[in-house]
Structures are given as structure tokens and as C-alpha cells.
């Protein structure tokens, strides 16, 4: 995403010449633009990336900053900056060197005279996708900025579907973005921070990257609502200094029933991110002063039995708060994320949360899906992904097919995106994750598109409910279907699915095409009968004529 350049001049294609290898770099005067950040990124990509790899990296660098020239941020540094740090955000993941050419060369498409066919040519097909996939769409006109964004998210998921490393490069894109926005005018940063809260920073926490999540949510919050984000800071910042030797005690506390028990596991503190603080406040209406579990802890260990020996420990060491414990371990999310949640009584009643995984599951949880991409994994196919992320994937791919358009899309995307789940079971004891407020007919599209184009009732633990029967956690739900039952329109008013949805609005188009196509049949019939013709006696070529006439 471009939110930053301002100035271009007239300037040739670039060009594609080999550069000088970033071997022998530092012999050579570096770029005026990039240079020392080219440099310190191929430092970077030298722990797992070998040289000829870090060769083709540089010479994307090259030309980058030719396709870039005279190019320049609201904050006046040379745009090839914002490419770099892209690039640089993704080297910390470890991604692959088709991903960090790709970063560098987002933009190039889109706000350059460099097209897709030189991308192929000097970087291979698989690069050019990948900028292609995260390059808006600006060559077509638009009726409104939102129809805009809609057909731009699109298009990013469609490309996701083919490649996830598409949405790992336009995430670390907005993070950066995020992190400079101080440059752009109060109007904009306004908008494109609305837009990472209620997009970016939930594709994120879909895709299990908490780390890009929590920071999209601080950075969106406090450009969208910067008084609220400064008072709250100031009140957490309190709240800790306050604290200090109450969350010190604890820390020390559990290290020590962690030894006399013989276990071992690292111990860390952490905080809640503001705009959940805030989200919290609001939903529940709550002042400060009621948020209670600001504070709390990490334990990582080596297994997952450890795991839950170390939940007995901290529930003998301090009580536990009844309903606020969560085994994700046993059902993990959506985003693939697992560890065990409780809350406690601490000193003095203050209520704390504890969270428990191994160290595999905390990799998962800081980087998700980006996990799966790391470079040492060494294979880059689906089977590398998380089963529930692909599964979200091919069900994007599938609402995007049925959507009518691209506002519908994002409207679908959108409720997908800020649901908390319910777990149901199927009939054979197989669990099903669907936002809250999902109802039977949720769950039966969930199950399948045939089982939810014929469901015509559902039973819920054994008995028969109505259609629109909201899911509780723990439901067991069999739906009951017929070959003769179809969608009702009814149900688009309590479906809360983007795949149950859009189904059911297909289908209903589908529906009202064929019912046209019977009546203009029954009216020609009536017509033909006027003047003394039968319609059977008209040839299918005649028909198409005469339509063609009247269209």
C-alpha cells in the first residue's frame, strides 16, 4: 500500500542491468538513497540466507531505487526507505528471498513506470505475482473510495489464496506504514487507522501473527483516538509504577513453586495492549479503575504435559477465579494459537491472568501462519501452513466467488474477521469453530454448501430446534436435510457467516434468474398464441435472434 510518496519527476524505465554483488559492496560508493539500510538488511539476511540469494536481494535494491527515483515520503526521506524497512520487518521472520525481493519491490507496479513483464523477466514469475498480488488496483476508475477498497481487498485475497506470503508482505507494508504515519495530515491518518482496526489488524490475529496484532491495535488506536490512547497510557503507566512490588512478588512466587515441584519454565510479565484495555472498557462499560487484569504472566515449557502439571501448581499456590479458565490446548483457535488460560486471585485479591505453553506453541503465537514460512523450513506448500488458516482461506476464495460484488465481499469479510467463537460438535464428535451469535444454519454450511442449501431443521442435543437457534459452546448439532429443500430468504436475517451468506444470496440470484427465464417463456407462449403461433414451432436459433433484436 502507497500512503506516503509525493513527488515524481519524468524519468526512463529502469534499468536492468546486472548490479555489483553486496560481496564486495562496502568497496563500492553505496546509493545516495538506501544505501547503509541495503546494507544492514543483507547483514540481517546473511544468518540463513546464502550469498547468491543476497546477491539477486541487492540487485532488486538496484532497481528499486531507479524505478523510486525522485521519489519522496510526506516526510521527505527518499521513497525507497519505506521498501527497505518493509523488507527488513519480513528478514526478522526469516522469510524466504522471493518474499524479501518482493518486499522490496511492492510498490514498483503500482507507483512507477516499471511493469509486471520486467518484474518476470529480471526476477522470475514468482516475484512478479507476489508484487502484483500486494499492488493496488490504480489503473481503474472508481465511483467511490469505498467501492475502491473493496475491489483492493479483493483482488489482496484472491492473490492470498494462490500465495499467503502475499498478505505476510502487505502486513509488515501497513506496519510500517503505521509506524510513519505521524508524517501524513490529522484527515488521513484518521482514515488509514480506522482502516487498519478494522481490517489489517484482524487479518492478523486471524492468521496467529499477535506480535503485527497487538502493535496494528496500539498504532491504530492512537491515531484514531489520540487523547483517549494518551490518557489511558498515563493510567496503565500508574498502575504499574503502583504495583511494581505487588507483580515483582507474584513473579518470584511462582518461580518458587516451580522449583519445589521440580519443573522448570521461563517466567515473564506482560501487559495488555491499550486498545484492547480500551475495547474492554467499552464493551463492558467499565471505568479503569474496574479493568482488573491489566497485568499478567507467561510460563513456556518443554512439553505439554508440562503444561498442565504447571496449571495444578499455580492453582494450589493461588485460587482460582470460578468460569475463567480456558484450555486452548485441548481446542486451540481458529489461528491455530494453544495455551492455557487462567485467572487467579493474587495478593491482596487482585485478580491475575496466567498463560501456559511450550515453546513450540509460543513461536506459533508470536509469528502464526508466518511460522510456517520460515525460510529453514525449506518448503513453502500448503502442507507447511496451518490446517485452520487454509481452511479459512479456500472458504475467502469461496465467498468471493459468490459475493456480487466487492462491498458484499468486505461485508462479509468484516463480520469473519471481529467474531469470538463458539465450539460446536458434529454428530461424529467433530468440533466446529463459528463466530458467536451462529445459528443452525451457520453450523450446516459450515458442515457443507449441499447441507445448508437443503437443511430443513436441526437438532440440538437431541432435540429439534428452530432454524435460528443461536450455538452455545459445547452444543452437539445434527442438521436434518431433504433433496427437495432450498434457501429461504428468511434466513439471511439471522445468518451471521460470510459463507452462509453469500451461499444463500447465490443461490436466491440464481433462483430469480431461472424464474425469469420461465416467465418470459410462459409470456412469449401467450403472445405467439395471439397471432396464431406455437411456441414448440420455433427454433432455439430464431429465439436467440429475437432476443438479441430486443436486448
Not at 2 to 24: F, I, L
Not at 162 to 180: E, F, G, P, Q, S
Not at 334 to 360: C, K, M, W
Not at 399 to 422: H, T
Request: hydrophobic share 35%; charged share 30%; net charge positive.
Amino acid at each position: 500500500m502507497t500512503t506516503q510518496p509525493t513527488s515524481r519527476r519524468a524519468r526512463s524505465k529502469p534499468n536492468h542491468a546486472e548490479s555489483s554483488s553486496p560481496t564486495n559492496r562496502r568497496d563500492v560508493a553505496d546509493p545516495p538513497a538506501g544505501g547503509f539500510l541495503i546494507n544492514d538488511l543483507c547483514e540481517k539476511l546473511g544468518d540463513y540466507l546464502d550469498s547468491q540469494q543476497i546477491a539477486d536481494v541487492y540487485r532488486a535494491y538496484v532497481f528499486g531505487e531507479e524505478a523510486h527515483e525522485g521519489q519522496l515520503r510526506r516526510s521527505g526521506e527518499p521513497y525507497i526507505h519505506h521498501p527497505l524497512e518493509v523488507a527488513r520487518i519480513l528478514a526478522g521472520m526469516r522469510l524466504d528471498a522471493q518474499s524479501i525481493t518482493a518486499a522490496i519491490l511492492h510498490d514498483v507496479i503500482e507507483d512507477t513506470e516499471a511493469a509486471k513483464e520486467h518484474l518476470v523477466k529480471d526476477f522470475g514469475k514468482e516475484v512478479a505475482e507476489l508484487v502484483d498480488g500486494v499492488s493496488n488496483i490504480s489503473q481503474i476508475k472508481f465511483k467511490t473510495k469505498e467501492e475502491e477498497q473493496a475491489e483492493n481487498f479483493r483482488k489482496m485475497f484472491l492473490a492470498m489464496g494462490r500465495d499467503i506470503r502475499v498478505i505476510l508482505i502487505k502486513l509488515a507494508d501497513r506496519l510500517h506504514n503505521m509506524r510513519t504515519l505521524a508524517a501524513l495530515v490529522r484527515d488521513r491518518q484518521r482514515e488509514i487507522a480506522r482502516e487498519t482496526l478494522e481490517i489489517y489488524a484482524p487479518i492478523a490475529n486471524r492468521l496467529g501473527m499477535r506480535q503485527w496484532y497487538y502493535e496494528l491495535e496500539d498504532l491504530g488506536f492512537m491515531y484514531l483516538y489520540p487523547m483517549r490512547h494518551r490518557i489511558l497510557e498515563e493510567a496503565v503507566r500508574k498502575r504499574h509504577g503502583n504495583r511494581k512490588a505487588i507483580v515483582e512478588k507474584i513473579r518470584k512466587a511462582i518461580i518458587q513453586q516451580l522449583s519445589q515441584e521440580e519443573l522448570e519454565g521461563e517466567v515473564t510479565g506482560r501487559e495488555k495492549n491499550l486498545y484492547r484495555i480500551y475495547r474492554k472498557m467499552r464493551q463492558k462499560c467499565l471505568s479503569f479503575d474496574q479493568v482488573y487484569d491489566v497485568y499478567g504472566y507467561r510460563i513456556v515449557v518443554d512439553k505439554v504435559d508440562t503444561c498442565y502439571r504447571v496449571l495444578g501448581v499455580i492453582h494450589n499456590l493461588y485460587m482460582p477465579i470460578p468460569g475463567r479458565f480456558k484450555d486452548y490446548i485441548a481446542i486451540p483457535k481458529a489461528n491455530g494459537y494453544q495455551s492455557l488460560h487462567t485467572v487467579v486471585f493474587g495478593p491482596f485479591g487482585v485478580p491475575v491472568e496466567i498463560q501456559t505453553r511450550t515453546e513450540d506453541m509460543h513461536r506459533v503465537a508470536e509469528v502464526g501462519v508466518g511460522s510456517h514460512w520460515l525460510y529453514k523450513s525449506g518448503d513453502s506448500s500448503d502442507a507447511q501452513m496451518p490446517q485452520r488458516t487454509l481452511h479459512w482461506l479456500k472458504d475467502l476464495l469461496d465467498i468471493q466467488q459468490k459475493a456480487g460484488n466487492p462491498r458484499e465481499f468486505l461485508e462479509n469479510l468484516k463480520v469473519d474477521l471481529f467474531s469470538d467463537e463458539v465450539y460446536v460438535f458434529t454428530p461424529k464428535g467433530e468440533i466446529k469453530k463459528l463466530p458467536q451469535g451462529a445459528t443452525t444454519i451457520d453450523f450446516a454450511y459450515a458442515v457443507h454448501t449441499h447441507v445448508g442449501n437443503h437443511c430443513i431443521g436441526a437438532k440440538i442435543n437431541h432435540e429439534l430446534v428452530p432454524s435460528r437457534t443461536t450455538l452455545r459452546n459445547g452444543n452437539h448439532v445434527e442438521v436434518i436435510t431433504a433433496e427437495w429443500a432450498s434457501p429461504n430468504p428468511v434466513w439471511l436475517d439471522f445468518v451471521v457467516t460470510g459463507k452462509a451468506r453469500a451461499h444463500i444470496r447465490n443461490f436466491l440470484k440464481n433462483q430469480k434468474h431461472e424464474e425469469a427465464e420461465s416467465l418470459g417463456e410462459r409470456l412469449l407462449a401467450k403472445a405467439l398464441q395471439g397471432v396464431g403461433f406455437e411456441s414448440p414451432k420455433i427454433r432455439e436459433a430464431q429465439k436467440k435472434t429475437l432476443l438479441k433484436k430486443l436486448e
